[in-house]
C-alpha cells in the first residue's frame, strides 16, 4: 500500500517556474514506477511524465518536454516535477501516481494516486 500526497502548486505568471513535490508512505517506494498527471477543467486526467524505479528512465508528454524535469529521491520517498517556462495552458490540477505494474503513460498503468496540487498560470 502506497499514500501519495502532493505539494508544490499555486499560482504563477507565465514564463515563470514551480516545483511540485510528492511525498509517499511504504516501505516498497523505491521499486514502483512513479507518474504526473493533470486535469484542467473540464478535460480529462493526462499524462505529463514518469519515471522508473530507479530514476534510470523517464517519459514525457510532448507538450511539457524541454520545461519540466521528473525526479525522485527515494531515501526521501519523493517524487519531484520541475516546471519551468510555465504557460497559461499548463494550468490544471496535478496528480502524483505511482505504479506498482509498469513504467507507463495510461492511467490503467497506475494503481496509487494522490489527491492532486492545483498549479494556475496566469498570461
Known amino acids: 500500500q502506497v499514500q501519495l500526497v502532493e505539494s508544490g502548486g499555486g499560482l504563477v505568471q507565465a514564463g515563470g517556474s514551480l516545483r511540485l513535490s510528492c511525498a509517499a508512505s511504504?516501505?516498497?517506494?523505491?521499486?514502483?514506477?512513479l507518474g504526473w498527471f493533470r486535469q484542467a477543467p473540464g478535460k480529462e486526467r493526462r499524462f505529463v511524465a514518469a519515471i522508473s524505479w530507479s530514476g534510470g528512465s523517464t517519459y514525457y508528454a510532448n507538450s511539457v518536454k524541454g520545461r519540466f524535469t521528473i525526479s525522485r529521491d527515494n531515501a526521501k520517498n519523493t517524487v519531484y516535477l520541475q516546471m519551468n517556462s510555465l504557460k497559461p495552458e499548463d494550468t490544471a490540477v496535478y496528480y502524483c501516481?505511482?505504479?506498482?505494474?509498469?513504467?507507463?503513460?495510461?492511467?490503467?498503468?497506475?494503481?496509487?494516486w494522490g489527491q492532486g496540487t492545483q498549479v494556475t498560470v496566469s498570461s
Open positions: 501516481a505511482a505504479s506498482s505494474l509498469r513504467l507507463g503513460t495510461q492511467l490503467g498503468d497506475y494503481n496509487y
Open positions: 511504504g516501505r516498497t517506494f523505491s521499486s514502483y514506477s
